[in-house]
């Protein structure tokens, strides 16, 4: 979230599409019961389902599950054409005016520089125009009138030109009224002084378009200058309740902790990395945050190797593993099946039954040769290798793989910190022991670690440097404190620390604990093990701990509870929450504003807190252009998003570009042999399946619960009435739902909430299907719902497409 | 005449009627007016988080005994922690059933291993299960461990090992693996926040 979930009640108006808070996070929801009542905030949704977020809602439309860029689009289009944007926010603090390289092309639905062999694109084309000023700088030309063809704005102008109202409703079936409706509501935000906020979940992720779909709603915002203002931003609804720090610790294989882009083949040196990933600014004056990048990695490297991290071997780059392509979960199960992998370790992860197709996921488990599952649960992956029947129909004997299951800790057994969707850190503690023999799982890792390195110092082997000089400065190798890592996390002082403006002045003494990442360095004199979390744990103590839940700006700031990363600022982009001059659009939701000599207000600013506002310092700090990006060459897929259908759709053609068989799906998302000769077609798989969460449940863990298993006990999938007349299914039926890569069987809802919808001309009808069950649990048993889903990702992210496919369904 | 509040009603069973005994000057002395204690007055609270969605809401944990040494506690009640600004004290139907997750019989107790081929599940110590694993893992390292990729530059990588990072961890255990992982110059591993 770039703001955070008390913040929901700022908000006139809200949107929830791609996801359903009111069921998947209750909760969190109650900030838009309260934004209606208090501030009479209005609540549109937009889903396949009549959910019971729609049910409270003052306005809902039905869409198509996987064509959300097509009804996004048609709003960006309908915003443009009806000249409802917040004019000054746009010509200043977002690259409107930039002009783009004239040989970028977007042409039957693609862009310029693509390669159909590859399924990518060369970006070359897709680059701003530079000139270079006075003093050798370069900077991207801009015309500020917006006029010039070439702009990213006239760009986008034309590129959405195409979705009109009538081609939103043939692509998603949304009744052409409700759409025009809808961005009545949404138009009515561009006013400088009111604000819409989003709260979209994995209904905008799980997609081959994921990304896009959310960087569509970005575009949206940035229009209607939502961004930076209390109640406005992006607000993903997250996961788990630490899947927001898991994610900032990046526990995956692109990056480092604290979104620092790991090495790959390319970066032959220290040199060479540090280059490639510290930008110039693109425009004069920018703070261009990044710029920072080598005191970030630096101080990392410290953390990690300690006093083995030196200038002499550049802090122990060459230990680092360089990467050599993708290593995200469906990579890693395509490389296992492929049988390239030996061993493998599920932390409190269940991927037999969260990742798509089920059959593929088991298979390469038993090419293993060991597996080891750490969680408090027995999970459906530990007994991947056991039949239960048609549930799991596999031949232990033939599976030669060594399982081992190890017992873990819960949450109310252990203590530490969790950052939740709106990225506040937050500390807990421990209430009691687990079961059994269960220990930590800083504990189980740290005593695995220790056991490795004895190895290595006793007999050698490959490479033991970077093992034998990992930094460990704990009391209890076995067992390090959560205290002890957030104090690591957090970054010290290792030599006195000296301000830059004045090299006397000492700002952090040796040893003490750091104020914040701006007082990290890249010569070695700090450490941080993940700079955007700097100063959670200062001289001033555990900053993630605090309990004072004071508001005096009346805007549920709570700057005095836990800790927000990054340095405590609970809205980001804050700094376009005013105008130019530093007024604030709204002065009823102040949140930062220039006093005169700096910008201060009721959160922490995000600019440099002196920048007087003729520095024409733009808000978007981490953007080497100062602003935000209309246009977006950063993207695997295109700059500006557009509709592309999911891999299984019940249309032959992309109806944006029917004449282009290439633009169907999303032309950049990766493949792997075999997995595109298991999409369905249509006319097997005649209708369009959404995986979905219960109230009741949460993924595949509350099936343990016996509370949850009560409310709800079996497994079911929901039909609309029409569908359910059509193949003779009652209510309370026994069904069986196809995918082409396998089967479930479960009782059949008939209910009012899934509409027939019509897609280009012909009755489309919608399957839900709830996602929570598993032949382990105190649930009745069911069948994993993930044998039905496709193995296919987002182009950026690799997120699988478990939103939209296609199955068929009969009396079982 | 001292009659105590039960020997007052054993009077009134004996036949006669309560409200002729009162009138007759009888009553029963004050009566300890004594409610059932209240069951949390005497548990341990300890402030928690929920696992379950990203709203992370804050929980109270009530536990039996008083965290002394001897004392071991036991978990008997979760509720929401009122102070927290985004939850106020309340729980979601996911979150009204943590105590029955925390004390689900499908809890692990005890480290297992199921052998090659087998349809069993053998009971271990953690020692001989971490003992065997990190044999496992360096067999497997210094076996295919890649020092330098085909053009000669040092690339220090393990690629036949992978890793998956739970979401409901602690940032502090995913701090620490992550240093494991990189450390062993393992480059397959990813969290559940990819899906």
Known sequence: MTNHWVDIKNADLIMVMGG???????????????????????????????????????????????????????????????????????????????????????????????????????????????????????FAKVDPTLQDPNCAFQLLKKHYSRYTPDMVSKVTGTPKESFLKICEMIAETAAPDKTMTICYALGWTQHSVGSQNIRTMAIIQTLLGNMGMAGGGINALRGHANVQGITDMCLYSENLPGYISAPTDADVDRKTYLEKRTPKPLRPNQMNFPQNFPKWFTSLQKAWYGNAATDKNDYGYEWLPKRDGAYDVLAIFERMHQGKMNGFVCQGFNPLASVSNKKKVGDALAKLKYLVVIDPL??????????????????????????????????????????????????????ADGPGESKGDIEIIATLFQ??????????????????????????????????????????????????KDKTKVIAKAGEQLAGFAQLRDDGSTSCGNWIYGGCWSQAGNLTARRDNSDPSGLGQTLLWGFAWPANRRIIYNRASCDLSGKPWDPKRTVIRWTGTAWAGND????????????????????????????????????????????????????????????????????????????????????????????????????????NAILQPEQFVEIGEELAKEKGIANGDRVKVRSNRGFIKAV?????????????????????????????????????????TPYVGDANSQTPEFKAFLVNIEKA | MQVSRRQFFKICGAGLSGSSIALMGYSPTSALAEVRSYKLAHATETRNMCPYCSVSCGVLIYTTGDKSKNAKADIIHIEGDPDNPVNR????????????????????????????????WKRISWDDALTRIAKHMKADRDANFIEKNKDGVTVNRWNTFGFLASSAANNETGYISHKVLRSLGAVAFDTQARI
């Open chain 1, 604 to 707: 922490i600013p995000d600019m440099r807190p002196d920048a007087a506002p003729d520095e024409n310092v733009m808000p978007f700090i981490m953007t080497p252009e100062g602003v935000a990006r209309l246009f977006a060459p950063g993207m695997a897929d295109g700059p500006f998003s557009e509709h592309y259908e999911p891999f299984e759709t019940p249309l032959d053609k992309n109806p944006f570009s029917p004449n282009n068989p290439k633009a169907l799906n999303n032309p950049a998302a990766r493949v792997y042999k075999g997995d595109m000769e298991v999409f369905g077609k249509a006319k097997d798989f005649p209708y369009v399946a959404t995986t979905y969460r219960l109230v009741e449940h949460f993924h595949f863990w509350t099936k343990h619960s016996k509370l």
């Open chain 2, 89 to 120: 004290g309340t729980l979601c139907p996911k979150g009204a059933g943590l105590l029955d997750m925390v004390k689900s019989p499908n809890r692990l107790k005890f480290p297992e291993v199921r052998e090659p081929g087998s349809n069993e």
């Open chain 1, 20 to 138: 359903n808070a009111a069921e998947a996070h209750p909760c969190g929801f109650k900030w838009v019961i309260e934004a209606k009542k208090d501030r009479k905030a209005k609540l549109v949704v937009v889903d396949p389902r009549f959910t019971r977020s729609a049910a409270v809602s003052d306005f809902y439309a039905p869409v198509r599950a996987g064509s959300d860029i097509a009804f996004l689009g048609g709003v960006i289009n309908y915003l443009l054409t009806n000249d409802k944007i917040h004019h000054d926010y746009v010509k200043n603090y977002t690259n409107a005016s930039f002009l783009i390289n004239p040989d970028f092309k977007f042409e039957d639905g693609l862009f310029s520089g693509y390669n159909p062999e590859k399924r990518s694109y060369d970006k070359a084309t897709w680059g701003y125009q530079m000139e270079t000023v006075k003093g050798g700088d370069s």
């Open chain 1, 451 to 500: 056991k490795l390195k004895a190895m290595y110092a006793k007999d050698g082997g490959k490479l033991p440097d970077p093992i034998l000089n990992l930094s460990w400065p704990h009391r209890i190798p076995t067992k390090p404190s959560s205290a002890e890592l957030l104090m690591e996390i957090s970054g010290k002082a290792l030599g006195d620390v000296f301000d830059p």
């Open chain 1, 378 to 431: 027995v999970t459906d992956t530990s007994e991947f290798w056991k039949n239960h029947g048609e549930l799991n129909e596999v031949d232990a004997s033939k599976i030669p793989t060594e399982v081992f299951r190890l017992p873990a800790d819960c949450f109310a057994e252990d203590t530490g910190s969790f950052t939740n969707s709106g990225r506040v850190i937050q500390w807990h503690w421990k209430a």
């Open chain 1, 748 to 788: 059949a809802v008939v209910s009012k909430r899934i509409a027939t919808l019509t897609i280009d001309g012909k009755k489309t009808h919608t399957v839900g299907i709830p996602i929570h069950w598993g032949f382990k649990g105190v649930t009745k048993p069911g069948f994993i719902t993930n044998t039905l």
